[in-house]
């Protein structure tokens, strides 16, 4: 259950940063930037982002704004998966997971 996001993943100049573009926005008109996964008791869509792709390992800091999203990557580290990641924020429920009732 849930939607995808469309993501297109675009050119940079910079090593090491990497950019996409979101068919939808995650902060409204505001920027947000993260140097660290955010706490669990903070729950908007871009918290909830954030955490997500910290937890991929190689992220250094991510940055928001609308519907971009530029991500830091730590120092020879690795962009897999990232792109899945925020294709799949707004899936709440994947084949093989039964929902659980309040």
Not at 18 to 41: C, I, K, Q, W, Y
Not at 69 to 92: A, M, R, S
């Amino acid at each position: 259950m849930g939607q995808p996001v469309v993501v297109t993943r675009k050119p940079t100049t910079q090593r090491g940063l990497v950019r996409f573009e979101l068919n939808r926005s995650v902060t409204g008109m505001g920027h947000e930037r993260f140097t660290e996964s955010p706490d669990a008791g903070r729950n908007r869509p871009a918290d909830e982002l954030a955490r997500r792709l910290f937890a991929q390992g190689d992220v250094a800091a991510v940055s928001l704004y609308s519907n971009q999203v530029t991500v830091e990557l730590v120092p020879h580290g690795n962009d897999d998966g990232l792109q899945d990641i925020i294709e799949g924020l707004y899936i709440h429920y994947t084949p093989g997971v039964t929902p659980s009732l309040p």
